[in-house]
């Protein structure tokens, strides 16, 4: 199974300021046949299902505010807060759909400082 | 629009089985894989498979394999997710979601979850 891990676990960041999250997998999750990152990054906030953010690593879902990145590719990953908001807070998951079982980081849970 | 609408919430016994269901609306229903993941509380996300609501194919996550049954049907664009011999672990928030088969994608969208609750 491929193992994904993210770091940090949380973190507090500043209104305005930019908050990155990492994510790391176990192996390439990079599918040679087509050259996409089969990785996507999901937002949770409490009470809710998660929402997909992005998608093949760094292809931004429609109606996603563009201040939300992602970058990297086969093992190593980034997602970016350019300028936090306030109602970004909510813990962060990255997942690997190249190979079954999918899996999930263990999430990142970003607040206000 | 797009849309997964889930069956409500569940207490059960241990030893008992659950059966959630996950009706789609708004696109294709056989377009896109329907995947089931679980949350414990407080926990991170779980994947735990998904049916091909085309043919009715499954891929079950190993440790669910011998208590995990997923079926769909195509005439009312509804899957299910059956799980038996429930423990206390299972006690969790269930969430159906989509991910489109042609392109091989992500998980799209979501339903709003069935929380089912084991206990004596």
Known sequence: ?113 | QVQLVQSGAEVKKPGASMKVSCKAFGYTFTGYYIHWVRQAPGQGLDWMGWINPYNGDTNYERRFQGRITMTRDTSTSTAYMELTRLTSDDTAMYYCAGSEIAVSGHLDFWGQGTLVTVSS
Do not use: H
């Open chain 1, 1 to 113: 199974d491929i193992v994904m891990t993210q770091s940090p676990d949380s973190l507090a960041v500043s209104l305005g300021e930019r908050a990155t999250i990492n994510c790391k997998s176990s192996q390439s999750v990079l599918y040679s046949f087509d050259n996409k990152n089969y990785l996507a990054w999901f937002q949770q906030k409490p009470g809710q299902p998660p929402k997909v953010l992005i998608y093949w690593a760094s292809t931004r879902k429609s109606g996603v505010p563009d201040r939300f990145s992602g970058s990297g590719s086969g093992t190593d990953f980034t997602l970016t807060i350019s300028s936090l908001q306030a109602e970004d807070v909510a813990v962060y998951y990255c997942q690997q759909y190249y190979n079954s079982p999918w899996t999930f980081g263990q999430g990142t849970k970003v607040e206000i400082k």
